[in-house]
């Protein structure tokens, strides 16, 4: 089952590779800058606005989700691939707006019927498998192969995801290492290719043997699968033994104090909520303090690096980067997002298991450093696109886990799938606010400016072009500025929290699973 999540996770990765054929569709169908990102905020909009994939998750089995997210993932993605390759005459951009949103909630779905599964199955390494999962999306450019790869392999997986009694095995943990030894050699792999390409232009990865090699290494957790397997097969005869439970001996309980309490609506329960770690109602987390907290530290932060994930392809153009130059900081972007995601999924569980660490505190550091990748895009030197590539990806990809976890244990799993999705609603709304807003329009001003200059006037259907750093340096000073405050509100989320991250988190999960024991002794 967890083997089968990283496959969906690793083909659902399409929303975070836009920079490689956004300057297909900017060109093919020619939008200015503004136009293309507010493309890419339906894109967002689609890709973390996953309320009704969590409702459908609370009330049906994960295959159901997985199937749903499959065709959405087909249909959406297959009528860019039309629009782009001129198979179609030329669509409205609210039209190309609704077929990224549906393609890239696909993901929204994938996530829900995979990782949320996941984190239940195994609830007591949270940050573990929130990392590798978090991590192996989008390491894997072709518009019509991401609307066919993610849809098969979804529907190839639904009978095997599926919510299993938690029964925690003994070297659980070392099995999600050897997960994560395996995703850093194929991350490496992936890495030299990209510097060898990068400093040898002969040198070519299109060869038959380094995709061969590549998806053995896709393909390597099944071998540890296997053997854990097995192992797990032979014990069976000892963990089938049944217990039967001594009844009771002492007096009936007296039915007035054992009938079942009239349930109260969830609407005046709302306000009257649990205390942190306890299974919040969706309402109850919904309308507190801390999910209100989270929620704009997520919209200040991830909005920012999305700006420059989401536009590689004109940053690269307007600083003089040539096609191959772009590529790399796409793959650079996705390869350090995925190093972004194990490290603050493992090690925000090493120090809140060993320090009482608190992720909100990871969090906030994240946000700072992401700072340092903004300002080498607004004060670009040569060179410096690649540094802040490797920055950028690592912050985009360590928030995702981190937020994840903290959700998850502040508010219980009960409702995870449904809460999960309501907290990733604040990317696409900073997308739209830094991307769109600010973003697209100052480099339109810029743009129209220049070519003002040469005396040029703009062409309708003829895509604006912006050249120098000034396209996008306010952007990113903004930006800056935007990550900054977001900072200091983590910071509010880490003082609330300090007593709650000092306890045993995960003690109502460890005291089940020592009864059982104890029942089989």
Known sequence: ????????????????????????IKSSLGYDQTTLNLISFFKDLGANVGILSGLINEVTPPWVVLSIGATMNFLGYFMIWLSVTSRISKPQVWQMCLYICIGANSQAFATAGALVTCVKNFPVT????????????????????????????????????????????????KVFYNFLYLSLILAGFLMTIIIVEKTIPRFSTNDIGSSV?????????????????????????MEATTIELPQNSGPEPDPILTAPRRSQSCFSTMFHQPNRGEDFTILQALVSIDMFILFLATTSGVGGTLTAIDNPGQIGSSLGYSNTGISTFVSLVSIWSYLGRVFSGFTSEILLQKYSFPRPLMLSFILLISCVGH???????????????????????????????????????????????????????GSYILNVRVAGRLYDQEADKQMTAL??????GKALSCHGVDCYRRSFIIITATTIFGTLISLVLVWRTRKFYKSDIYKKFREPQASLNQGMT
């Open 213 to 237: 090699l590549m998806i053995l290494l896709l393909f390597s957790p099944l071998f540890v699968v296997v053997n854990e397997e097995i192992r797990l097969w032979n014990s069976t005869t």
């Open 375 to 429: 300002l080498l895009i607004a004060f670009a030197f040569p060179g410096s696109v690649y540094v802040a590539s490797v920055i950028i990806g690592f912050c985009f990809g360590a928030q995702w886990p981190l937020l994840c976890a903290i959700i998850s244990e502040i508010f219980g799993l009960k409702y995870f799938s449904t809460l999960n999705n309501f907290g990733s609603i604040a990317s696409p709304i």
């Open 126 to 173: 949270s940050g573990v498998v929130f990392g590798l999962l978090k991590g192996f999306i989008g390491l894997k450019c072709l518009i019509l192969l991401i609307s066919i790869l993610p849809a098969g392999i979804s529907l190839l997986s639904v009978h095997t995801i599926r919510i299993m009694k938690v029964v925690r095995q003994t070297n659980e943990l």
């Open 1 to 24: 089952m967890a083997f089968s999540s990283f496959l969906i996770m690793s083909a659902a990765g399409a929303t975070y590779i836009f920079g490689v054929y956004s300057t297909d």
């Open 455 to 460: 005396g040029l006037t703009r062409t309708e």
